[in-house]
């Protein structure tokens, strides 16, 4: 990485001594220490920050059933780290039934549902099997970038389409 050195408002290269003000000079003598410096040109203004999204709505198609009956549909999802892929491979349920995987991984996933006030995997076990399967198609979305399609061309007919590539679970690729 190369460092450059800051330059002054005077004009001086790096290194060089920096003038000092001749007594004859506005601002010099006595009276220097207690006026303000001369304003420095305004920075140009920086280009907006490019940030990352890393929280998603969603609204499932049928919604899950609390005790009370109430019907959860809205909720968001946050994009998942290492951790939420590595932390349930530990747990005994996805040790002896891989199909559990999806349910821990999107218990760790989902920030909000409705207004539950805590999205755990006990919730997402007791959701609608098609609300399940939203979910996993919808952290596949969000966390692949869109990385997992292709575009190909039917070798009968030469029409172009999309093929889906990545795992058919959570957490394969």
């Given amino acids: 990485m190369r460092r ?12 060089e001594p920096v003038p000092s003000p001749s007594p004859s000079a506005p601002g010099a003598g006595a009276g220097a220490a207690e006026q303000a410096p001369a304003a420095a040109p305004a ?8 940030r990352l999204q890393t929280e998603f ?5 049928r919604g899950y059933v609390d005790e009370a009956g109430t019907v959860h549909r809205d909720g968001v999802m946050r994009l998942a780290t290492a951790r939420d892929e590595l932390v349930p491979l530990r747990d005994i349920r996805v040790q002896e039934n891989p199909a559990y995987l999806s349910v821990v991984l999107l218990g760790r996933v989902i920030t909000r549902l409705g ?11 007791n959701m609608f099997a098609s609300d399940l399967a939203f979910l996993q198609d919808f952290y596949r979305q969000i966390n692949a970038e869109g ?3 292709a575009a190909v061309e039917c070798p009968h007919c030469a029409e172009p389409f999309e093929v889906e590539l990545g795992g058919s679970r959570l957490g394969e690729s």
């Fill in 57 to 61: 709505p969603f609204e499932l198609p």
């Fill in 43 to 50: 920075p140009a203004p920086a280009a907006p920050a490019l």
């Fill in 115 to 125: 207004t539950l006030p805590l999205v755990h995997d006990g919730v997402v076990e």
């Fill in 147 to 149: 990385h997992t399609r």
């Fill in 4 to 15: 450059t050195a800051v330059r002054s408002g005077t004009g001086a290269a790096p290194g």
